[in-house]
T-cell receptor
Framework: GAVVSQHPSRVICKSGTSVKIECRSLDFQATTMFWYRQFPKQSLMLMATSNEGSKATYEQGVEKDKFLINHASLTLSTLTVTSAHPEDSSFYIC??????????FGSGTRLTVV | DQQVKQNSPSLSVQEGRISILNCDYT??????FLWYKKYPAEGPTFLIS?????DKNEDGRFTVFLNKSAKHLSLHIVPSQPGDSAVYFC????????????FGKGTKLTVNP
């Protein structure tokens, strides 16, 4: 099955700095990737849909200037949390949709902003 | 190496019957398990969870069973309704659920009227 590699798995950054999270589709050309934020009690919030070669589609309430998404190739989508604040501390997860082959989720990134 | 496996990519059942979705895991550190439901063009929504201290949790038409020795869990939907047609994801977490989720690849359930 397809493999989605998410990096880094853990990151600690200072308040006000930016952090980039990468999501790579290792053996599948992903024209679309999804970015989620994992909240306490395991609820998942879809943040945005990342489309290769075009602008991402953000869900309502998600600040596109704060959560920058770039999907420059069929194998890489990045999420940059800009000017991070402690309230941005969370798990961030990406996934791809391979149609009948199913969905593959990345391994998740634990962001801690201090 | 997939730590959470859903071996059936799809399942089709008749309305009113029972739907059983299965999930296997390999990591013995997992102690909290969840099921999510996903409709097209939407993010997954939480359905039901179970802690490893239990072997069954029920919420309305949905029941999750956990067999720790077999590292297996299942989701039962009774009775199945056409609106249950969706992709169902099994997920697992360690440390009582405080760690990041590890997902299976999903099972597409179709409930036929």
């Amino acid at each position: 099955g397809a493999v989605v590699s998410q990096h880094p798995s853990r990151v600690i950054c200072k308040s006000g700095t930016s952090v980039k999270i990468e999501c790579r589709s290792l053996d599948f050309q992903a024209t679309t990737m999804f970015w989620y934020r994992q909240f306490p009690k395991q609820s998942l919030m879809l943040m945005a849909t990342s489309n290769e070669g075009s602008k991402a589609t953000y869900e309502q309430g998600v600040e596109k200037d704060k959560f920058l998404i770039n999907h420059a190739s069929l194998t890489l989508s990045t999420l940059t949390v800009t000017s991070a604040h402690p309230e941005d501390s969370s798990f961030y997860i990406c996934s791809t949709d391979q149609g009948y082959l199913g969905y593959t989720f990345g391994s998740g990134t634990r962001l801690t902003v201090v | 190496d997939q730590q959470v496996k859903q071996n059936s990519p799809s399942l089709s059942v008749q309305e009113g019957r029972i739907s059983i979705l299965n999930c296997d895991y390999t990591n013995s550190m997992f102690d909290y398990f969840l099921w999510y439901k996903k409709y097209p063009a939407e993010g997954p929504t939480f359905l039901i969870s179970i802690s490893s201290i239990k072997d069954k949790n029920e919420d309305g038409r949905f029941t999750v069973f956990l067999n720790k020795s077999a590292k297996h869990l299942s989701l039962h939907i009774v009775p199945s309704q056409p609106g249950d047609s969706a992709v169902y994801f099994c997920a697992a977490s360690a440390k009582g659920g405080s760690e990041k989720l590890v997902f299976g690849k999903g099972t597409k359930l179709t409930v036929n009227p």
